[in-house]
């Protein structure tokens, strides 16, 4: 890690005496150009922190934040190279042209985190991103969207991952792998789709579709009117219904 000195926090948990060397904590620093680099970690967070150029390769933790606390951490030219964890909390955080390459994160929650001109490969499994910062945290962020634009998505691949409240997905590539649904004006297909299955005969399916259509137009109405479906969430659709209204929705943008 280039010499560099870093905090480790240890918390104590039943009787097992903690591992101090597997809590990293980097709080109110400012960093260029430190490379932080095969770590196998319980937790690593940072607080209140600016990096530019650094590169943060083949760390793997149980929990990340990085953007923890009440401060936000800025990223600018950042690398992140097989960043491998099971929860990343989203906390207040901004990245301005960073790299996750290869990455492999299972659950990300973006409540207030800003995105410029990143990239992406690897896995992004679960987990959503913000247009817009919630109320509570308007104040002390000073803003009520969180900048988002210019992402490249294309060579990620995408479990249960939303966009929401507002993101404009024109602006970004979005995940080309997999066989995805992309809804561009999402309040007109789901509307469209409802006017046709109105007209099925077959009860059941119209529920099932129904439901379908019932969660998207949930994302729509809180400001989502873009609507990026990946293939993973299709698959959980196995029923007769929603599958035909799927196909439907296909027809609907084609």
């Known amino acids: 890690m280039n010499g560099r000195a870093m905090d480790f926090e240890a918390r104590t948990v039943g009787w097992e005496k903690p591992d101090p060397s597997k809590h990293v904590k980097l709080e109110h620093v400012v960093e260029e150009d430190v490379t932080y680099a095969d770590l196998t970690l319980d937790t690593f967070g940072v607080m209140g922190s600016r990096f530019t150029g650094c590169v943060f390769r083949n760390i793997r933790a149980q929990n990340v934040s990085l953007g923890a606390g009440m401060d ?63 109320v509570e945290d308007r104040q002390r962020l000073g803003r009520e969207r969180n900048e988002f634009h210019g992402n490249d998505f294309s060579q990620a691949l995408f479990g249960d991952v939303d966009f929401r409240t507002g993101i404009d997905l024109t602006r970004q590539r979005l995940p080309e792998k997999g066989a995805y649904l992309f809804l561009p004006d999402a309040p007109a297909a789901i509307a469209a789709a409802r006017a046709s299955i109105a007209q099925w005969e077959d009860e059941g399916q119209k529920d099932d579709a129904e439901f379908f259509l019932a969660q998207r137009d949930d994302d729509a109405r809180a400001g989502q009117h873009q609507l990026f479906i990946p293939e993973s969430v299709l698959r959980v659709a196995s029923n007769p219904g929603q599958e035909r209204v799927i196909e439907l929705l296909r027809q609907i943008v084609s």
């Not at 301005?96 to 990143?118: L, N």
Request: proline share 3%; charged share 25%; hydrophobic share 35%.
């Open 72 to 134: 936000q951490s800025v990223y600018v030219d950042c690398t992140f190279d097989r960043l491998k964890t099971p929860y990343m909390a989203g906390g207040r955080t901004r990245f301005e042209r960073c790299i996750f390459t290869a990455v492999d994160i299972r659950d990300w929650r973006c409540f207030t985190v800003e995105m410029v001109d990143c990239t992406f490969s690897g896995r992004l499994r679960g987990g959503f991103f913000n247009g817009t910062v919630p």
